[in-house]
């Protein structure tokens, strides 16, 4: 079976500080990983995914992560936090490809304090 | 603009009222979902639907119905909803693994 655990529901940084979200999965078999942001009032919209190709992937924003296999782990950061950055973010992972579907963690609130 | 529409933006019901939420998709995709976002819990997935066949149903309860006409459009009618029925309900759509999403309906049942 497969799980994402999201460790933080809730994340507070300066504006211009890193930003560190953390993603752990739970997979028998190499997964797919995506990061979705939710803005006030509105849907899910795709930040970046691994799968499988390079390990360090870049997504919209600034924003990347990293796949560690040997963590299992995939955090999302950013350089320098920024006012517009301040959404929720959830991690989701899906590994049997035959019969899964995506599945998402609980979510962590980042808010940016000026 | 995400190429998935979901209306109304905004609906509140009573108990006994009978209402449908719509979701359009112009992507061209041949999957599409209905999920469930309440506060404090994770994304719950409903349905879902390919090529207009339902393929999943996640023991969503009865008063929750959905239709998929063709795969452009999906819609979920609701009939005598509960309280903690008031939720938002997403849309969204795929091709592969990617879920591309409306931006919801926010449902309110009083």
């Known amino acids: 079976a497969q799980s994402v655990t999201q460790l933080g529901s809730h994340v507070s940084v300066s504006e211009g500080a890193l930003v560190l979200l953390r993603c752990n999965y739970s997979?028998?078999?190499?997964?797919?990983l995506f990061w979705y942001v939710q803005y006030p009032n509105q849907g899910l919209q795709l930040l970046l995914k691994y799968t499988s190709a390079a390990t360090l992937v870049k997504g919209i924003n600034g924003f990347e992560a990293e796949f560690k296999k040997s963590e299992t782990s995939f955090h999302l950061t950013k350089p320098s936090a920024h006012m517009s950055d301040a959404a929720e973010y959830f991690c989701?992972?899906?590994?049997?490809?035959?019969?899964?579907?995506?599945?998402f963690g609980t979510g962590t609130r980042l808010t940016i304090i000026p | 603009e995400t190429g998935v529409t979901q209306t109304p933006r905004h609906l509140v019901m009573g108990m006994t009222n009978k209402k449908s939420l719509k979701c359009e998709q112009h992507?061209?995709?041949?999957?599409m979902y209905w999920y469930k976002q309440s506060a404090k819990k994770p994304l719950e997935l409903m349905f879902v639907?390919?090529?207009?066949?339902?393929?999943e149903n996640n023991s969503v309860p009865s008063r929750f119905s959905p239709e998929c006409p063709n795969s452009s459009h999906l819609f979920l009618h609701l009939h005598t909803l509960q309280p903690e029925d008031s939720a938002l309900y997403l849309c969204?759509?795929?091709?592969?693994?990617?879920?591309?999403f409306g931006e919801g309906s926010r449902l309110t049942v009083l």
């Open positions: 639907y390919n090529f207009k066949e339902q393929t």
């Open positions: 969204a759509s795929s091709q592969g693994w990617e879920l591309f």
């Open positions: 989701a992972v899906i590994s049997n490809f035959g019969n899964e579907k995506l599945t």
């Open positions: 992507l061209g995709h041949n999957a």
């Open positions: 997979s028998s078999v190499p997964p797919y």
